[in-house]
């Protein structure tokens, strides 16, 4: 076993883990954060994406043992105006189906906001590539998104002035 030490969702952590564990398991099992979705197991779907030091990540292939002394925020942890901007775009442009894969969306597209100012419907077309969706057919996310990165820019325009 070996002791953990990280940020998780703002709060201080430990855990004893073996290491081998993912940080999926360790989200889901010890801590009950079930945005993280199990689903394709190797990395191809973007379900269980949660940002690792505000980056995104895939928890199903981070070993939990690679998060000491680091900060790990899954969709449960994330409540800040670009996130809700995020949601409220998701249902406004009917981006959500069955909501499955919504969480790894949600947080991708937080980390597009974070880093891209103005990203381009093909920009986060490209960002999105790791995130599958079995129902909506994409469109709706993308524009979703797109809205929301336009609502921000308008938004931190107004601020600066």
Not at 104 to 126: C, H, M, Q, V
Request: some cysteine.
């Amino acid at each position: 076993m070996v002791k953990i030490k990280f940020i998780l969702n703002g709060e201080p952590v430990e855990a004893d883990v073996e290491p081998n564990t993912l940080l999926l398991n360790l989200l889901r099992d010890r801590f009950g954060l079930t945005g993280p979705k199990y689903a394709c197991g190797v990395g191809e779907c973007g379900a269980c994406t949660v940002l690792l030091d505000g980056e995104p990540v895939l928890s199903c292939l981070t070993l939990a043992v690679d998060v000491n002394g680091r900060r790990v925020d899954t969709i449960e942890g994330l409540s800040d105006e670009t996130t809700e901007r995020i949601r409220r775009a998701l249902i406004e442009e009917a981006g959500i189906q069955c909501g499955f894969c919504t969480p790894g969306f949600i947080t991708t597209a937080k980390w597009i906001l974070d880093t891209y100012r103005n990203p381009s419907i093909d920009d986060i077309r490209e960002m999105l590539r790791g995130n599958l969706c079995r129902c909506t057919g994409y469109v709706n996310i993308v524009r979703a998104i797109h809205r929301a990165a336009r609502e921000k820019n308008m938004d931190d325009e107004e601020t600066a002035q």
